[in-house]
């Protein structure tokens, strides 16, 4: 790690995190908090994989069922009307949205193998987006003169390189530049995210091999065709599954490349000198330790 120990980090003029854990532990309320104190710079994957690697996407998306209708059609044919995607930190449903949900067509789903192809781009997307976390912590102290640095990654990132491997080439380059923190959900906020997840089920990003298994698993189970999948329910399913394979995904890379903190301490946080004790108490109490 790059910081030996809390009086190291707290020392520390440059101090450069990323953050990892399932969506809703609290990686963007902290992020925002670094953020908001105004020494910090705040670099979303999320909004970087939903601008700058899929935003065309996005955008072409819109298009096609904008032009489903004659009124709108018309007016996108003759430059009339200008159609983007207005994706911010805190709002990502322009990429959700693209990503979609596999099934019927007549509840909102999209072909399989269509929605296969949007995942292959999503993991395209944040192997970049993650690749160039150095590059936007150089621009961050060069162009803004921010010395202090959080990466905000997705909940995917356990899907995108090998935890179990310490020679992962990603995960050596982000614990080269930042110290890597696994927000751990409690297993009664594990239960909290599936629940919230049931009540608004949203698209995600799934490794190739474990969405073919759980959609085959889910064909098979419920004795329905590929077609006539529903969307909501199917998400709903997968998502408990990929929560248990997720886990120890996120604790072997807590304990190859970085440290743990707690989702239950994460949302009392109230300001970045906060947040910075709370790192330093996880460096030095093996309470912390995974």
């Known amino acids: 790690m790059i910081y030996k120990d809390a009086e190291h980090w707290l020392a520390s003029g440059n101090k450069r995190i990323l953050l990892f854990g399932m969506s809703g532990v609290g990686k963007t309320h902290v992020s925002d908090i670094l953020r908001k104190s105004g020494q910090w710079f705040h670099y979303s994957v999320d909004y970087r994989i939903g601008t700058r690697y899929m935003g065309e996407y996005i955008v072409d998306n819109f298009k096609r069922e904008a032009m489903r209708n004659e009124f709108l059609a018309e007016l996108l044919k003759t430059d009339s009307i200008y159609i ?15 990503l979609g949900k596999p099934g019927d ?14 995942q292959q781009q999503h993991r395209h997307a944040e192997i970049a987006s993650l690749k160039e976390t150095k590059h936007f ?23 995108v390189v090998d935890t179990n491997d310490p020679s992962d080439d990603l995960m050596n380059t982000l614990a080269e ?4 923190i696994w927000i751990r959900e409690s297993d009664d906020h594990a239960k909290q995210l599936a629940e919230r997840f049931d009540r608004a089920p949203k698209p995600m990003y799934y490794h190739p091999s474990f969405l073919d298994r759980m959609w085959s698993e889910y064909c098979g189970v419920k004795n ?26 996120y604790r072997a890379m807590a304990e190859n490349w970085g440290i743990q903190l707690y989702a239950n301490d994460i949302k009392r946080i109230t300001s970045a000198s906060e947040f910075c004790d709370l790192v330093a108490a996880s460096l030095d109490d093996r309470e912390y330790r995974v």
């Not at 995607?85 to 990502?92: G, K, V, Y």
């Open 84 to 98: 983007a995607s207005n994706i911010t930190f805190e709002n990502l449903a322009p990429l959700s949205t693209y």
């Open 105 to 118: 067509p007549g509840l909102g789903g999209i072909p399989y193998q269509e929605y296969k192809i949007r």
């Open 137 to 159: 912590v150089d621009r961050a102290e060069k162009i803004y003169g921010y010395r202090n640095f959080v990466c905000d990654s997705g909940g995917s990132i356990c899907e």
């Open 177 to 180: 530049h930042l110290l890597l």
């Open 224 to 249: 329905c065709r590929a077609d006539k999948v529903d969307p909501d329910d199917f998400v709903r399913w997968i998502y408990v599954r990929a929560i248990e394979r997720r886990m120890p995904r």
